[in-house]
């Protein structure tokens, strides 16, 4: 009797240095491939050589935030910049600022991605171009976490939050792709979220959304290695900008510059990044405690934080209507 239990302990401590060894072995892999593509790749010159894909990139939502930031850098890099966005004086301001700064052409389509009778414009005034970076960068979020049916006009919010996160990474890509498929050429960047990788309850539409875009891109990055276009969706966490309201850089919420210099590095070394390395260990994080707790402990913290910020705002908005 005692021989078996020792033998049954024995063989529940070999499982649990087994399991202990296997969650090592897969966050050092994990980590390792972070740093190789935040640092090593781009060191080597292993990433994807932008000015080889094509004379033009093209960028949604350029005129603020990451958008912008990614307008700017690609220009840097000598390609010319197709700056869209929805108020002209903006769009005109950043393609100076570009211009002067790295000489390159701009051309700007102003729009509202908000809106779904805009595409065949995009489509003329993109026509022979040689397109070779897209970045379906465009998106907007609640004004404050909300229950889906308490949400402020709700069914107008939540169209204009699909057209603009769903409907315009869908068909800029459908624009532009025929031309990098002929050309044999071509790179998609597609900007989703950390909110991707894990529920989201009083963001769930805006959640949602960017779920869409990560499952998409993974797809079509499949359906389209053939052609020797690479498509690559990045998952950014806090960035300062005008949406996340982060006025001041930390190590975990960088300038949108920071952030998109170094996920251009892991282009055509990651298929899926976070794309700054502080965001990477995040994500890592929340996928290790998505593996060994309980899927609902997980989202009831989310759900906890997301409640108090609900709280907040609607004090907030309390106030704001007794000032009035």
Not at 112 to 121: G, L, S, V
Not at 138 to 150: A, C, F, I, K, R
Not at 200 to 227: C, N, Q
């Amino acid at each position: 009797m005692l021989f078996d239990i020792e033998k049954s302990r024995n063989m529940w401590d070999l499982i649990g240095k087994i399991s202990v060894a296997f969650i090592v072995t897969r966050f050092t892999w994990s980590l390792l491939k972070g740093i190789y593509g935040s640092f090593l790749a781009s060191a080597l010159g292993l990433n994807l050589n932008l000015k080889k894909t094509g004379e033009w990139a093209v960028v949604t939502g350029a005129t603020d935030g990451i958008g912008k930031a990614y307008a700017f850098e690609l220009a840097r890099k000598g390609l010319k910049v197709v700056l869209i966005s929805r108020t002209p004086f903006k769009l005109q301001n950043v393609a100076a600022e570009i211009n002067t700064k790295y000489g390159v052409d701009t051309k700007i389509i102003d729009v509202d991605f908000t809106r779904d009778d805009i595409y065949e414009r995009i489509e003329k005034d993109l026509k022979n171009l040689d397109i070779g970076v897209l970045v379906n960068n465009v998106g907007m979020s609640y004004d404050y976490p909300e229950y889906l049916n308490q949400i402020v006009d709700g069914e107008k919010m939540c169209d204009r939050l699909i057209n603009c996160n769903i409907k315009s990474l869908t068909r800029m890509t459908q624009i532009v792709l025929p031309g990098m498929e002929e050309r044999k050429r071509g790179l998609v960047i597609n900007i989703s979220s950390l909110s991707s990788i894990i529920p989201a309850p009083l963001l769930a539409v805006y959640g949602a959304t960017k779920a869409y875009i990560e499952s998409l891109t993974e797809s079509l990055g499949v359906e389209y290695a053939s052609k020797n276009i690479t498509f690559q969706c990045i998952m950014p966490g806090f960035v300062v900008s005008n949406m996340s309201k982060i006025r001041r850089p930390t190590l975990m919420a960088p300038t949108a510059t920071a952030f998109v210099r170094s996920s251009l590095k892991t282009t055509g070394v990651e298929k899926r990044s976070a794309g700054y390395f502080m965001h990477k260990l995040q994500i890592y994080g929340i996928e290790f405690l998505k593996m060994h707790l309980p899927g609902s402990v997980l989202v009831s913290m989310v759900f906890g934080q997301l409640k108090a910020l609900r709280s907040k705002a609607l004090k907030r908005k309390e106030r704001e209507a007794k000032a009035e």
